[in-house]
């Protein structure tokens, strides 16, 4: 593949990821309708381990011994404590404000690549990151008319954000010899087991799902919301880790909003000079990011 094509490929894959990832706010507050947020985030990781189950079992062959540990983390931080975390989150908060919070993921990605991998970035890069918050702040007082005082349940997004940042980190530099298809489906093997007994055996999931109103509807919404954005949108999510960088990836939460705002027109808000503002700061911001790679970094640690 040439680097036009692989770029391209790339841009492609971030638009469909923002496509899917911008309706799963709506999805988790469908679901919390008729469930807490704990099972909505054991529900969805359960749903999605079911349906990449096939795809592990064929995967986990030739695996070596040390990679396994490797992915169970790699579940941990980019699947399982973020569906917890945002479910939490969203109890408190709205779906559009949840997906313009999630923006902080980028910062973060950057902030663990300097600091753990001691990785370097071209200066475009740290410009790109920068308008990208920036359009994302635009966008959010667009909305709003104002910035609003300190919701707690901020502090969920944040560290939801923190655990995406450090596990874009890990899975470039800790897994590059796995294919994505290996990383996502092994990944929920072995985290799939402790949402589905947390489901099961800690919450009273079956008794809302027959007994409460909207309850089986609420719970469609939840296993759709594992199949696409963790299942697939996983999938894809590591493909464009591979092949074009954890600072890139990550800019697809710039593009979140921007899909939340399309469903906000679709449903009869107002758009205004500011948000059309912040739409192109955060396409330029984008662009920068990946105008061309990221300097070289220093020798990489040979721990494993």
Not at 162 to 174: A, P, V
Not at 218 to 224: P, R
């Amino acid at each position: 593949m040439t680097e036009n094509q692989s770029r391209t490929k790339a841009y492609v894959l971030l638009g469909i990821l923002a496509l899917i990832w911008g309706t799963s706010f709506i999805l988790i507050k469908q679901g919390l309708k008729a469930f807490h947020a704990d099972e909505v985030g054991a529900l969805r990781v359960s749903a999605a381990c079911f349906f990449l189950l096939p795809m592990a079992l064929k995967q986990v062959v030739g695996l070596q011994r040390s990679d396994y540990w490797k992915l169970f983390v790699a579940g941990m931080m980019g699947i399982f404590l973020p569906a917890f975390l945002f479910a939490a989150a969203q109890t408190h908060m709205d779906s559009s404000v949840a997906g313009i919070l999630n923006t902080l993921t980028p910062l973060f990605t950057m902030i663990i690549g300097v600091i753990v991998f001691r990785q370097r970035f071209a200066l475009n890069a740290v410009i790109g990151i920068m308008l990208g918050l920036a359009g994302a702040l635009t966008l959010t007082i667009s909305r709003s008319g104002n910035v609003t005082g300190f919701n707690a349940y901020a502090l969920f997004i944040v560290c939801g954000c923190l655990s995406y940042g450090c596990n874009l980190n890990f899975t470039k530099f800790k897994l590059p010899h796995l294919k994505s298809t290996t990383i996502t489906s092994v990944a929920l093997l072995l985290i799939g087991p402790l949402a589905l007994s947390y489901l099961m055996f800690f919450t009273d999931f079956t008794t809302t799902l027959t007994t409460t109103d909207g309850g089986w509807k609420a719970a469609g919404f939840v296993v759709l919301l594992g199949l696409m954005s963790t299942s697939v949108a996983t999938l894809l999510f590591n493909e464009l880790v591979k092949i074009s960088g954890p600072m890139f990836t990550s800019s697809v939460t710039y593009l979140l909003p921007i899909v939340g705002l399309f469903w906000g027109f679709i449903d009869g808000e107002n758009v205004g000079i500011g948000h059309f503002v912040g739409l192109a700061t955060i396409m330029i911001g984008v662009y920068l990011a990946n105008k061309r790679p990221a300097a070289k970094q220093a020798p990489a640690r040979t721990t494993s």
